[in-house]
């Protein structure tokens, strides 16, 4: 069974940080809310491992920090 | 308000059971004359079971209601004897098409592979299909449909049920072996057992209003709009019903006044908005509605037995409540008259409850599914959903996950007890468990369609040709199947049309086009048995009475 990659697997890892910061920039909070969304469903679909994208979803919801602490923060 | 339907009023008819000193005991009694209540009770009647439906009005459904009927449905009501008049009076439709803001985004076509008998689905008001079937149960004397009797009070005991019933003339008490309630969603026998149904309850309301108008106005297709510019961006669905009606579906949100939005001056400003100034309309008939998606955890309490809505319900999205619940009576109906006529032990009852238990769940998980794409809980979610659809625009990935209704398909009951388990390979769907797939067959010289030749007996299907045609001893054997206590009647498959004498109960179709072979994955000797519902029991590739024995006697519980 194919297992999420959860060393590094970019040949440069700065570079698609910065594709990311680059892809918010400008944007209201809406746009990026709505370019994550995009960017997810593509993702996704082109991972097309069920097992795989649960996996990063668990993991994605790991140690949240508190909804009242995430309030303060913003 | 409905001005194209003129609603019958049906009679009181006061039955001698009122006036005998003792309870009179039936065998079966059915609360609720809705579209499952009389499906069930004509299913019975199929079977040589007397039947008495109780019901607390006197008239079909006021309003709509459910018009969207699937294609397991109309072959079900064809074996009922209701098909063709559905087919004659509903319309046809295949084409879906969704918009997002002002555009179209995506288009699917519903119809199936060719060479069915029946459509992917028709659109008619619940009240036609009630008629269809009130006016059926009139030619069946095992029958016996009471309007205006209310089921006030039950009492469970170890062989059956005491029922106290309201009417017009007083109450009267009747005993019944079972009685199954198919009295909707907020079934009153439910609550008279002290039974729950649990699920989740969605905080959202829509308007339906059918409206009349010019038939030229809308194509025969469904079309739905997410986020449309004429309603404030909420859900809006069209589609058409005879009569020149045609339903439309407005999500109002949780926040809606329902008496509000009740008022006709509101309606008529909704649907302004929506059809523009110039069209002409006038409105036939309105509902707001919540929804929600239960269950409840068993279909059978001792000599209760739940069917449709009362045993759960779904949200409207994908057509699952009428459709689901004919599939309820479609299984009960010969299993309960199996136990009635001691052919098969009651345990066969609890198969009811598995087999259709995974079929409601499928139905609440697709219905749960569409609901929450059509009216996403938060921002995080409404901002996924109109991704999805903005990217559907240009990326057919995309296309697949806009969910405005995954439309109601069968059950398989591919893990029931009652199957046989294949102990040979074959491809395809008709797996144990599959409702029989339809295909072109010859009967007697005239076209017609397999499942018109197949249902209430078990039917074996044999495939032969005429290098293997079934010899004397064979023809003794089927025979035999045919008038033995529990019937088998099989139906010899050939590609050609051959001569050759059968015995009673056996019958010929010519698969003149090759298409049922293919459907079942079939070569000459492969032989299926179907049950009464027209499931699959089980399969093999060389025709075996005694293996066909043994698969009858697993899907009859033995």
Redesign the interface.
Known sequence: MPQLITDNNLAVPDDYYALLTELYRELEPAQCQDVNARLLLLLGNHIGDMDVLAEAARIAREHLPAASTLAKDI | MIKTYAFPTYPYVRSADQDSAAPVRRPVVIGGAGPIGMALAVDLALHDIPVVVLDDNNTVSVGSRAVCYAKRLLEIMDRLGVGERMMQKGVTWNVGKVFFEDDQVYSFNMLPESHHRRPGFINLQQYYVEQYLVERIGDLEQVDLRWKNKITALEQQDDGVLLSIDTPEGPYQLEADYLVACDGANSGIRALCGLGSSGQVFQDRFLIADVLMDPKRFPPERWFWFNPPFHNGQSTLLHRQPDNVWRIDFDLGWEADPEEEKKPENINARVRAFLGEDVEFELEWASVYTFCCRRMDDFRHGRVLFAGDAAHQVSPFGARGANSGVQDTDNLAWKLALVLKRQAPAALLDSYTRERLQAADENILNSTRSTDFITPKN??SR??R???L??SRR?A??RS?VNSGRLSLPSVYADSSLNTADTEPFAGSMVPGAPSTDGPVQRNGQDDYLLSALGNDFNALWFIDHASLPDAADMAILAQLATQALPIKTRLVSPVALDIQLPAGVELLVDHLGVVAERFDARPGTFYLMRPDQHVCGRGRSFDPLRIQTMQGTATGH
């Open positions: 921002d995080a901002a996924l109109d991704a999805v903005n990217l990326y990935f995309a996950m």
